[in-house]
T-cell receptor, first 112, second 114 residues
Framework: GENVEQHPSTLSVQEGDSAVIKCTYS??????FPWYKQELGKRPQLIID?????GEKKDQRIAVTLNKTAKHFSLHITETQPEDSAVYFC???????????FGTGTSLTVIP | NAGVMQNPRHLVRRRGQEARLRCSPM?????VYWYRQLPEEGLKFMVY????????ESGMPKERFSAEFPKEGPSILRIQQVVRGDSAAYFC????????????FGPGTRLTVT
């Protein structure tokens, strides 16, 4: 099955700096890659996603890039704010389209 | 449109008891997924159900765990004879269709086995 690895596991940045989280996947046929944000004790919420026919997608301060050849995708958060502090999970959808494989999460801390 | 509902939010069980976790998907969603999240770990897929059918249970432990999504009512994840290692947060998610679409997560049930 698919295997998703996520790095780093923890990340601290100063407010206003950028944060980058990277994920790799193993199944080249995977075709959908969402990113979820989970605040402490709350449910994961989708913040951005990308499909395999697109190389980059941006939504205000958040962007995701996908390199299909290298089988990796990254989350970029610019001009970070304290409210960006949370755990971020990447995921890959298996080719059958019925199962998400999640990375182990990145705990992001934005220091005011 | 109410989001995905889960209850109870917190559940305490003694070893050997049964735990029943309920999930009501978003209105119009017929696809339900259950995930387990151990402390400081990611989400692990357990099972994918549609109404009255288990589509993929490859992530479910072979013993003590079962899931259902009846024609009427919520999806239920059932854990029999719970052990301490079952302590975790259990999230369900729903989507309107299978494939490359967002899954909407519920608030989770935090199970503690004493």
């Amino acid at each position: 099955g698919e295997n998703v690895e996520q790095h780093p596991s923890t990340l601290s940045v100063q407010e206003g700096d950028s944060a980058v989280i990277k994920c790799t996947y193993s199944d080249s046929a995977s075709n959908y890659f969402p990113w979820y944000k989970q605040e402490l004790g709350k449910r994961p919420q989708l913040i951005i996603d990308i499909r395999s026919n697109v190389g980059e997608k941006k939504d205000q301060r958040i962007a995701v890039t996908l390199n299909k050849t290298a089988k990796h995708f990254s989350l970029h958060i610019t001009e970070t704010q304290p409210e960006d502090s949370a755990v971020y999970f990447c995921a890959a959808l298996n080719p059958a389209g019925n199962q998400f494989y999640f990375g182990t999460g990145t705990s992001l801390t934005v220091i005011p | 449109n109410a989001g995905v509902m889960q209850n109870p939010r917190h559940l305490v069980r003694r070893r050997g008891q049964e735990a029943r976790l309920r999930c009501s998907p978003m209105k119009g969603h017929s696809h339900v997924y259950w995930y387990r999240q151990l402390p400081e770990e990611g989400l692990k897929f357990m099972v994918y159900l549609q109404k009255e059918n288990i589509i993929d249970e490859s992530g479910m432990p072979k013993e003590r765990f079962s899931a259902e999504f009846p024609k009427e009512g919520p999806s239920i994840l059932r854990i029999q004879q719970v052990v301490r290692g079952d302590s975790a947060a259990y999230f369900c998610a729903s989507s309107p269709r299978t494939g490359p679409y967002e899954q909407y997560f519920g608030p989770g049930t935090r199970l503690t086995v004493t």
